[in-house]
């Protein structure tokens, strides 16, 4: 359970440092950029209605789409705009380890969210009920812009319902969107920068190493290459404080990623219907009056991972369990699909037992 939490948490943190770095890029340019510009070039570290960040909203728009991204940006603009007043401070100096702790503490939140959720009493509360408890937290927490991203993404598997809430407070109206903060002066660490640059790279060599898609596994190699320049330009500085995260992104890339605990739900496959013909991997799950076969999807990184669950329409033996390989052709049971297996057949598991939107 450690190992889950830590490495959900990891994969969090690494598909927000491409962001970081792109807002770390955007800021450093000419003096041109304003207090001002910085709100909506930065990260949404700083003071102010942390969804204004442009790199936060791209990540928004990977993992939840346009319409909720753009709706975002525009509610944020609208409250900024509504206070008359620029909250949002100089953030320029705020380093990228620095940026990178303060989405650390909302990591591991939301790494135990998905992992803690289903066993919690009250988990099946009303949807109302559920968005206004999302709402409240996202209030309470306040996040910086990539965190909500990352928090939000775990939070939606298992409440739908929480994580719209959230989304629709966290960065707009929450407690960051009124207070004002001071400006930051930028800390650095050798050592955290080369920790961080030899986690990128890991996590790059490996395609996503089943903890973020691996198309975003891409964009971790100008972060590897930030991360060796920030250890060489910095190498004289040291703040043991900034070590910590690089450290669990490390130790994230080096465990052997867990494989999520495999539950059987409803039909989960996108725009299927019925007479469709099926090949489908999956792990054999079964419960008292069904048998499926389930494999999660990663959009962004794990902490978004969603299972595709693919329901039999009849029972295998019982001799059969794990991976199964299953072809055949779908069929309508009331409301529901129902995979009607010509050929089901045990594999091996797969190298990387995701599969990716």
Not at 90 to 100: G, Q, R, Y
Not at 188 to 206: G, R, S
Request: aromatic letters at 8%; a positive charge.
């Amino acid at each position: 359970m450690v190992t889950a939490l830590l490495v959900t948490s990891a994969a969090t943190l690494f598909e927000s440092a491409p962001f970081i770095l792109a807002a770390a890029l955007l800021t450093q340019a000419p003096r041109r950029w304003n207090a001002r510009l910085n709100a909506y070039l930065g990260c949404g570290c700083g003071a102010g209605p942390s969804a204004r960040s442009i790199p936060a909203a791209a990540a928004t728009c990977l993992v939840f789409g346009p319409l909720v991204a753009g709706a975002r940006l525009a509610g944020a603009m609208t409250v900024s705009h509504l206070q008359r007043e620029s909250h949002a401070c100089d953030h320029a100096h705020t380093s990228m380890l620095e940026e990178l702790q303060l989405i650390g503490p909302v990591a591991l939140t939301g790494a135990a969210v998905a992992l803690f959720l289903p066993a919690i009493a009250g988990f099946a509360a009303s949807p109302a009920l559920s968005f206004a408890a999302g709402g409240i937290a996202a209030f309470a927490m306040a996040p910086c812009a990539l965190g909500t991203v990352g928090f939000a993404a775990a939070l939606r598997t298992m409440a739908p319902a929480a994580a719209a809430g959230f989304l629709c407070v966290a960065g707009i109206v929450d407690l960051r969107a009124w207070l004002k903060r001071g400006t930051s002066h930028g800390a650095h660490d050798v050592l955290a920068y080369a920790l961080f640059a030899l986690a990128c790279a890991i996590v790059a060599a490996h395609r996503g190493g089943g903890l973020v898609h691996p198309k975003l596994a891409l964009a971790l190699w100008p972060c590897a290459l930030a991360g060796l320049y920030g250890a060489y330009r910095f190498r004289t500085r040291q703040c043991a404080r900034l070590r910590i995260i690089p450290a669990l992104m490390l130790a994230g890339a080096t465990l052997a990623a867990p494989l999520p605990a495999y539950h059987a739900t409803e039909t989960t496959l996108a725009d299927a219907f019925a007479g469709e013909r099926v090949d489908f991997t999956g792990v054999l799950t079964r419960t008292s009056d069904a048998a499926t076969l389930v494999r999660y999807a990663i959009t962004c990184c794990r902490a978004d991972a969603a299972p595709i669950v693919v329901r039999l329409l009849a029972a295998p033996p019982r001799s059969l369990r794990g991976w199964m390989h299953a072809r055949g052709v779908l069929v309508a049971r009331g409301n529901d699909l129902r995979l009607r297996a010509d050929a089901l057949t045990p594999v091996g598991p797969p190298a990387d037992p995701f599969v990716y939107r």
